[in-house]
């Protein structure tokens, strides 16, 4: 694989965005390149699906402005320096701390940020380089569904940023 996706999802909502999320670096790699994407749930990656992997996205739900402890644990099972030569993204799916008015809210997310933020940092620590900064991505509600527009923001997002990297060919 020369791209891979894992992400974990609760409710579906982070499965959603890595689906637009692939897809994008597919149409980016364009239909005659060699790029190959591919997509896994957190639980089903193995070690030999990094082989050869040349950029890594990791998305996960936030909980409790933390990534799930699947992502987590995937996250910490990368040997040190095991992304060496690696470019690297990370995104999560949150609720918008606008649509809380929490003062509350707000300060927890000034202290502790969003998923995407410790993700994007373990990938650093584990060799990888950060191709763009971590991006979220909204949901009404805890449950879902993605609010409007936020497939069609991770599909730029991803393919902008495929469009950079110079083994993806754009047609």
């Known amino acids: 694989m020369q791209t891979v996706v894992v992400y974990d999802s609760v409710y579906g909502n982070t499965e959603q965005i890595a ?29 030999a699906h990094l082989q ?3 950029l890594l996205i990791v998305g996960s739900p936030t909980h409790r402005f933390r990534p799930t402890e699947s992502i987590a644990r995937f996250l910490a099972s990368i040997p040190d320096g095991g992304l060496k030569g690696v470019k690297v993204m990370a995104f999560d799916t949150r609720v918008s701390i606008e649509d809380k008015h ?22 650093k620590k584990k060799g990888g380089t950060l191709l ?13 569904p993605l609010k409007d527009g ?22």
Do not use: C
Not at 19 to 47: H, L, M, S, W, Y
Not at 102 to 108: A, P, Q, T
């Open 19 to 47: 689906v637009a999320v692939t897809q994008a670096i597919g149409r980016a790699a364009g239909a005659g390149a060699k790029e190959r994407v591919a997509t896994f749930r957190v639980n089903d990656v193995r070690p």
């Open 52 to 54: 050869g992997v040349k």
């Open 102 to 123: 929490s003062r509350l809210l707000n300060l927890f997310v000034k202290l502790s940020g969003f998923a995407a933020q410790p993700i994007a940092k373990a990938l």
């Open 132 to 144: 763009v900064p971590p991006e979220g991505f909204y949901v009404d509600g805890t449950e879902g």
């Open 150 to 171: 936020n497939l069609a923001r991770a599909a730029v997002w991803a393919s902008n940023a495929a469009r950079g990297l110079p083994h993806v060919m754009v047609v």
